[in-house]
């Protein structure tokens, strides 16, 4: 199997490559190094530096948006099957510049499934289609997406879905959660909490009782290799831990392991919408997905990481003009 994949050098990618590479598998591995004008430079040079420092496989810069680049590195390489992982990563980063997240996030995934019609395709989504939740989602729920974060990837579940529908390709949709672990940036939830308990700064908890479905990196990762090596044609699935915990909880945890911080507990931010856990009993069925990592583990282990490394991190970050 010859796999193709986007985004590879970021936090969820280098550790899916490291897997299809175990396995045998021929990867070709295509990103473009940006900072999506959330993290700084530096931090971005010394996280990508750590995850491809294993890679057997060729990184080629490419930008998903330049198609004529995209068409000739599908040509030379003729992948079997295309895991799309390239996108602006989360909500802030599509807020802090909405003009660059929908280039990325609709020209580049239109210019990726102008190039899959003939292969298979595994987009990776996000929980945030699912709106406000007010219990486990299933992939059958209806998703009401809030923000344009949300509404463009479940427009790209829409675009993926219609591509099969007039080409007959072959895909599948994945909704991971809020990942979390070691190399990721500090601008994420659970990075936040970290790098503040450790530099002896508050924990500003956004909604005490706020729910997210905390997933381990690695859990994460095996979940889209299996969906890759052998998830069911036209399926979407949930790839999550599969337990909703509070912020709360997490801040707690967190300050419990690193030995100080003190948790501040605010208002919601009502630009998110209410979450909670998703259902994996699909994935857990389909394709034997079983997520090992519990938060506290999870936290223990991201710590481990993290300490070695605050220096790396910083939150002066320019935003665009």
């Not at 802090?96 to 499934?113: C, Y």
């Not at 997933?215 to 949930?238: H, R």
Request: net charge neutral; charged share 25%; hydrophobic share 35%.
């Amino acid at each position: 199997m010859k796999v193709l994949v986007t985004g590879v050098c970021g936090f969820i990618g280098h550790r899916l490559v490291n897997l299809l590479e175990r396995a045998g598998k021929e990867v070709l591995v295509i990103d473009s190094h940006t900072t999506y004008g959330s993290v700084s430079q530096r931090e971005l040079s010394n996280l990508i530096d750590e995850r491809t420092r294993d890679f057997k496989s060729n990184i080629v810069s490419i930008d998903i948006c330049d198609f004529a680049a995209m068409y000739k590195a599908f040509e030379t390489f003729n992948p079997d099957v295309v895991v799309h992982l390239a996108s602006f990563p989360r909500q802030k980063s599509v807020t802090v510049n909405p003009q660059e997240g929908a280039k990325t996030m609709m020209e580049g995934l239109i210019n990726v499934l102008e190039l899959s019609k003939n292969r298979r395709m595994i987009y990776i989504s996000s929980s945030m289609v699912y709106g406000d939740m007010s219990r486990p989602a299933k992939e059958t729920d209806e998703c009401n997406p809030k923000g344009l974060y949300a509404l463009m990837k479940y427009t790209g579940e829409k675009m993926v879905e219609d591509y099969a529908r007039r080409f007959g390709m072959e895909y599948n949709i994945i909704r991971p959660s809020a990942v979390y672990g070691p190399l990721d940036v500090g601008d994420r939830v659970v990075a936040k909490f970290m790098l503040n308990a450790l530099t002896g700064k508050e924990l500003k908890v956004n909604g005490a009782f706020e729910k997210l479905d905390f997933s381990y990196v690695d859990d994460t990762a095996m979940g889209i290799f299996l969906v890759t090596t052998s998830g069911k044609p036209e399926q979407i699935y949930n790839i999550t831990r599969g337990q909703g915990r509070t912020l709360y909880e997490a801040a707690t945890l967190i300050r419990d392991i690193v030995g100080k911080g003190d948790i501040i507990t605010q208002d919601k931010d009502n630009q998110f919408p209410s979450r909670d856990a998703l259902c994996v009993d699909k994935a857990r069925e389909d394709l034997l997905y079983n997520p090992t990592h519990d938060l506290e583990h999870g936290l223990i282990k991201y710590y481990n990481w993290i300490r070695d490394r605050v220096h790396w991190f910083t939150t002066s970050v320019s935003k665009p003009a």
